[in-house]
């Protein structure tokens, strides 16, 4: 019977037992890693970790994220249940039920959740189809799925390209930059940019205006933007486009050159990247200039509204 389960935020000597609860013996230290590195760095609250219960023996674990500094939850990371256990799934429903209600007394209004295959830090998402059945189950929707890369230190960075001209968001004003933000995004195969305010979001990263920068002909008209920024676990290319006048002549490599070459000299890392399984050509960019693919990671999303 799920009616006793019981969800609680856990207590300040409690962050050993909520790293361990629901997690594969071997991966104990590393979750552990994760959730100070998390606490440290805003993304998450000891007040927002919760266990579930039964009978006072932890069951399962979830917490809320967050983008440093933000002050509701965004997203759900760390869930894990005992996945051996006959009823694994009505408590893992039971769980997403109290968490939602929990996000939007926090003034959420919508509620994230990413799922990487395959197996791997820092989460350790074991059971991936019934995960992905759970979540579907429970109001939560697809949203996307990309293609994850990685940047490994050491990587060459490809050459600059040639004929193009870069002026940073420190030189051409916000205003200029966002108005190029709207021309980029219209039209995009990334599904996630295409329902978004990409500028607003990714305001809500580290960055700095320097790092943000418009790409220009040699006739000086616009050709796209990269914005490199930093995320509380990883820097990334937190957004690439071109122009649609100025699409299929080959300058998503030069902006990912530009970017790659940015965020290198950034020194941030590891430094990651996602490409929308939609987008093939953002996807052979990444390859073609040398990152490394990694996972397929699964974007949900649940609305919290009403």
């Not at 609680?8 to 991966?27: K, N, Q, W, Y």
């Not at 104990?28 to 998450?44: F, H, P, Q, T």
């Amino acid at each position: 019977m799920t009616t006793d389960i019981r969800l609680r935020p856990i207590a300040d000597s409690e962050l050993a037992v909520f790293a361990a609860t629901a997690t594969d013996p071997g991966h104990v230290e590393a979750v552990r890693r994760y959730v100070d590195d998390l606490l440290g760095k805003g993304a998450m609250r000891r007040e927002w970790c919760f266990l579930a219960e039964r009978n006072g023996a932890p069951l399962g674990r979830i917490a809320f994220w967050t983008l440093p500094g933000a002050a509701s939850p965004s997203d759900i990371v760390l869930f894990d249940l005992p996945w051996r256990m006959p009823d694994a799934e009505s408590v893992g429903a039971s769980m997403l039920r109290r968490m939602a209600d929990r996000a939007r007394s926090l003034g959420a209004g919508a509620l994230g959740h990413v799922l990487d295959t395959p197996l791997q830090a820092p989460q350790w998402q074991a059971e991936p189809d019934r995960r992905r059945s759970l979540l579907t189950g429970n109001g939560f929707a697809i949203r996307r799925e990309t293609v994850r890369f990685e940047l490994d230190p050491g990587t060459p960075v490809p050459p600059p390209a040639d004929g193009l001209v870069f002026r940073s968001m420190a030189e051409v004003g916000e205003a200029a930059f966002r108005t190029a933000s709207e021309r980029v995004t219209a039209g995009t195969l990334d599904r996630r940019i295409g329902d978004d305010d990409i500028f607003a979001d990714l305001q809500g990263m580290q960055h700095d205006p320097g790092w943000w920068e418009l790409a220009y002909g040699p006739d000086g008209a616009l050709v796209g933007l990269v914005m490199p920024a930093a995320a509380p676990s990883m820097a990334t290319i937190g957004y690439l486009g071109v122009v649609p006048e100025q699409r299929g002549r080959g300058h998503v490599h030069a902006l990912l050159a530009r970017g790659t070459a940015t965020l290198a000299r950034i020194g941030r890392w590891p430094v990651k990247a996602d490409a929308d399984t939609r987008n093939a050509p953002m996807v052979n960019a990444f390859r073609r200039a040398g990152w490394r693919e990694f996972a397929i990671r699964t974007e949900f999303e649940r609305p919290l509204a009403g």
